[in-house]
């Protein structure tokens, strides 16, 4: 069992940054796959990025290539996300989620086990 905390939100101008973190406590947060995921009002939660057990994989969402950036440091037990160069279409809630790093790397939110909370991101435009 994994808990996750995900935080960092808020508003933010258009061309802005945010730095989403996610703090994990229970198993051992090595051994997951980490995952963010966004849901925009009216939208099903779509793939953001994922970024591997020891951090050596990370895969992003066309969408946000080039702007977004997934790390992770497990001596810390906290995943983050930094993203710059925020758009309106950015705006969702973003959720962190974590999946047993044996079952490989998805971009498919059913595989993920544990969930963050979810946290609001509003870019203003």
């Known amino acids: 069992q994994v808990q996750l905390v995900d935080s960092g939100g808020g508003l933010v101008q258009a061309g802005g940054s945010l730095r989403m973190s996610c703090a994990a406590s229970?198993?051992?947060?090595?051994?997951?796959?980490v995952g963010w995921f966004r849901q925009a009002p009216g939208k099903e939660r779509g793939f953001v990025a994922y970024?591997?057990?020891?951090?050596?994989?990370?895969h992003y969402a066309d969408s946000v290539k080039g702007r977004f950036t997934i790390s992770r440091d497990n001596a810390k037990n906290t995943a983050y996300l930094q993203m710059n160069s925020l758009k309106p279409e950015d705006t969702a809630v973003y959720y962190c989620?974590?999946?047993?790093?044996?079952?490989?790397?998805?971009?498919?939110?059913?595989?993920?086990?544990?969930w963050g909370q979810g946290t609001q991101v509003t870019v203003s435009s």
């Open positions: 970024i591997s057990r020891s951090g050596g994989t990370i």
């Open positions: 229970g198993r051992t947060f090595s051994m997951y796959t």
């Open positions: 989620a974590a999946m047993p790093g044996v079952r490989g790397l998805s971009d498919r939110s059913p595989l993920y086990d544990y």
